[in-house]
C-alpha cells in the first residue's frame, strides 16, 4: 500500500521508548547487546534535509533517485526489504545462476559440491543449507521442496536463465502475512521477463573448460508476446577430477496484456548431470595427503531434471486488484555424496584391508521422485474503517506434494549396496491469510496481518514403524507501525510470528531405519518462530538512500531431518540478534555504489555443556558494488566479505574468512554486438566457499568411532581465478 503524503513538518528529532523490546528475564531481545545503538541509529537518522526555506513553508520537493534498486520510500513496510532491478543485475557478475541471490543484502550464495547441486544459503546468522528458512519464489511458483531426499527446503536455482531475470523482490523476517512455509529469515520473489526487446545468441567461454551457448527472443502471437529461450552449457572446473557439468535450460512464456490486467503462461525444462568434488579434510591438505582441488571419491555427483509449467491471471479495476495462479512440475534427483570417506565397517581393529585402501567407502544415495500441484489467489482493495482509509488484502495457497520416492541408500562406486530407508510421502499443504493496512494519521501506518497454516502429511516407510499420518496447523500473527515523518523518511517497528516445516518423515518416525529398533524422537511438523524489528529508510538530499534495521529472530526449535543419516536430529531453540546497513549511492550520472554490512550474534537459548554457539552461523558479512555505465561500457566490480564464524557449539574450531573480488567489464560495438569479460576471483584468493567441523576417517588412521573421533574442519575451495569472455548477437 503505497501511504498518503504526510503533513509537511519541520524535520525533528524524536523521542522514542524500546523497552517494549526487553525480555521478562531482564535480557532485552534486541536492547542488551545492541539497544544504545539502535537508539541511535533510529533517531540519528531524523535530521533536517530540507532548506530551512522549504521547512517554513510547509512544503517538500519531490526526491527522485535514479537507482537500480527500486524506489520503496514510502511503500515499504520494513527497513530490510527491497526491489533489485534488472539494471542493476546486468552488472553484477554471475559465477553460476544461484549467484542471483546474493543481490540480497546480507546473504552469502555458495557451492560445496558439484555445480549441479543446489546452492548453499547463509543469511541473519542461519547456515540456511539449500533454503531451509528462506523460502523463494520464481515467477510466483515456489521453489523450496518439502521433505527432499538431500534436505528440508531444498531450493535449486539452475533452471534459472540469469539473462531473463528482470527483478529481485526480498523481504527478511517473519512480518508478512502473504509468506508462509520456509520465510523465517525471509523470502525472496526472483520475477522473469514478460518480453525481449530484440533476439540474441549469446556464446560463453572460459576457464577450466566453461563453455556456454544461450539463444532467446520475443514474437508477436495472438495479440501477446511470446518469449522463448534454450540454454545448454558445461564446465569441468578446476579439480583432478573434471566435474564434467552438462546442463540443457529451455523456457517458453507468453504473456498477454500488462503485469496488472492479463495472462501469463510459462513453461521451462531443465536436466543436469555432474561428477562432485565434495568437501575435504584440512588436515589431508595440511600434510599434503592431497591437494585443494583433489576428490576422495572421484564417483560422487549427481544427476537432476526439472519439467514445469505454470500461469497467472490478474486484473485491476476500481482500485481491487485480483490475481489467480497455478502451476504443476515434475521432479527427479538422484546424489551420490560421501563426506566421511573411510569410516563404514572401520569401526574395530584389526581394520579391513579396504579401510586403508584407495576406493572412499562411505558413499550413499539421496533420492528423490515427486509430482507438485498447487494454486493461489490473492486479492487487494480499498478498506474505509472508522473514517480512516486503508487496503485489505487477503489470499489462499495450496499445494499437493505426490513424492512416489525419497530414498535414502549405501552405495559403493553409485552401486546399491543397502537401503536405508525409502519412502512415499503425500504431503498437502493449505495457507489462508489476510492484512489489513490502515493509515492512520498522514504520518502514522499501521499494519495487521494473520496467517493459518495446516499440513496433511502420510508416509509409507520401506521401515514400517516410521510409517504413519499426522496433521498439523498454526496461526502466525503480524503486526508493524510505520511512522514518516517526511517524504524522506520513513521509521519501521515489525513483530511477527512464521514457521518453517519439517521432513515430513521426521514427525512420524520412531526408531532408527539404520538399526529398526533405537528409539527416535519425533520432529514438530511447522517449527514456530518469532521476530522483531526496528529500522528506518531514508534519502540524503537526491543521490543517496540508506536504510538500517535492527533484528532479533527466536526459533522454539532447530529440529531438522538429516538426510545424510536418514534420521532426526533435535537441535535447540535459539536466538539470532543483528544490525544490518545498506546504502546506495549516485555521485555521478554514469556511477553507482551500492554498500551492505550485516552483523548478527546467533545463540542457542538453552545451557548445554556443549556451547551455546550455533554451527555455520555468519557474523560479519559486507558487501560493496561500484558500477559505471556511460555510452558503450558498463563497468562493475563487486567485493563480497564474510567473517570468520564457529562451526562447532564450543566455538573452538572457527571458519576462516573469505574476501572475494569479482569484476565485469561489457563494451557494446554497435546495437547489434556486445563483448564481455568476467574475471571471478580476482586476485586469487586461496578461499573457501564452505568450511564445516564433523569427524572423519582416512587411510592409515586410527579406527573410527562415533563420538570418539574427533572434530576436524572440512571445506570446499573457493574457485581460483577464473575468466569468463561472451560475445552477444542481437538481430
Known sequence: MTKLNPTAEPARKIVANIDFLSSPEGAPLIVRRFGAFSVTLSLGLVVPLQPASAQTSGELKPVTIQSTREDLQGSATSASEGVVTSKQLRTRPVLRAGDIMEAVPGLVATQHAGEGKANQYFMRGFNLDHGTDLATFVDGVPINFPTHGHGQGYTDLYFLIPELVDSVQYRKGPYYAQ??????????????????????????????????????????????????????????????????????????????????????LG???????????????????????????????????????????????????????????????????????????????????????????????????????????????????PLKLGGLDGQLSFGADLRRDNVGEVGLYDTFQRARTSTVRSDEVQLTALGLWGQAELQLTPQWQAIAGLRWDQRDIDVTSSVAANSGSTRASRASPKASLIYSPSDRLDLYANWGRGFHSNDARGTVIRVDPRDGVTPVERATPLAPATGYEIGARQKW????????????????????????????????????RGIELTANWRPAPAWEVDADLSLTRARFGDSDPAGDRIPGAMERVATLGITYVSG???????????????????????????????????????????LSLDVFNLFDRRASD??????????????????????????????????????????
Not at 518480453?195 to 572460459?206: R, S, T, Y
Not at 536504510?547 to 539470532?576: H, I, K, N, Q, Y
Not at 573469505?658 to 561489457?666: A, D, F, G, I, P
Open 632 to 674: 558503450p561500457w558498463t563497468v562493475g566490480a563487486r567485493v563480497r566479505h564474510f567473517g570468520a564464524h564457529p562451526l562447532i557449539e564450543d566455538n573452538s574450531i572457527r571458519g576462516e574468512a573469505s574476501t572475494l573480488v569479482n569484476t565485469r567489464v561489457s563494451y557494446r560495438f554497435s546495437r547489434a554486438v556486445e
Open 690 to 731: 564452505v568450511q564445516y567441523a564433523y569427524a572423519s576417517r582416512l587411510p592409515g588412521e586410527p579406527a573410527f568411532a562415533d563420538g570418539v573421533t574427533p572434530a576436524s574442519v572440512h571445506l570446499h575451495p573457493s574457485m581460483p581465478r577464473t575468466v569468463r569472455v561472451g560475445v552477444k548477437v542481437s538481430f
Open 267 to 381: 513453461a521451462t525444462h531443465y536436466e543436469a548431470s555432474w561428477i562432485s568434488t565434495d568437501q575435504v579434510p584440512k588436515r589431508a591438505i595440511d600434510n599434503g595427503t592431497i591437494g585443494r582441488f583433489d576428490t576422495l571419491d572421484p564417483t560422487a555427483g549427481g544427476r537432476t531434471r526439472r519439467t514445469g509449467i505454470n500461469g497467472e491471471w490478474t486484473r485491476s479495476e476500481g482500485g481491487v486488484q485480483t490475481a489467480v495462479s497455478a502451476y504443476a512440475l515434475r521432479y527427479s534427483f538422484d546424489l551420490f555424496s560421501n563426506f566421511s570417506y573411510y569410516t563404514r565397517g572401520c569401526d574395530a581393529d584389526p581394520l579391513p584391508a579396504a579401510c586403508n585402501g584407495n576406493v572412499a567407502l562411505d558413499q550413499f544415495e539421496q533420492v528423490d521422485r515427486r509430482n507438485v500441484f498447487g494454486l493461489g489467489a490473492r486479492q487487494s482493495r
Open 541 to 576: 538530499g537526491t543521490t543517496l538512500t540508506t536504510t538500517a534495521a535492527l533484528w532479533a529472530l527466536d526459533l522454539d526449535s532447530e529440529l531438522l531431518f538429516v538426510g545424510d543419516a536418514g534420521t532426526t536430529e533435535a537441535s535447540r531453540p535459539s536466538r539470532r
Open 179 to 264: 509468506e508462509g512455509d520456509f520465510a523465517t529469515a525471509g523470502s525472496v520473489r526472483i520475477r522473469t521477463l514478460r518480453k525481449l526487446e530484440q533476439p540474441f545468441g549469446l556464446l560463453e567461454i572460459g576457464r577450466f573448460g566453461y563453455r556456454r551457448i544461450l539463444a532467446a527472443g520475443s514474437v508477436v502471437a495472438g495479440g501477446g508476446d511470446l518469449l522463448f529461450a534454450a540454454e545448454r552449457g558445461g564446465d569441468d572446473g578446476p579439480w583432478t577430477v573434471s566435474q564434467d557439468l552438462r546442463k540443457t535450460n529451455l523456457t517458453a512464456k507468453y504473456s498477454l496484456g500488462t503485469p496488472d490486467n492479463g495472462l501469463v
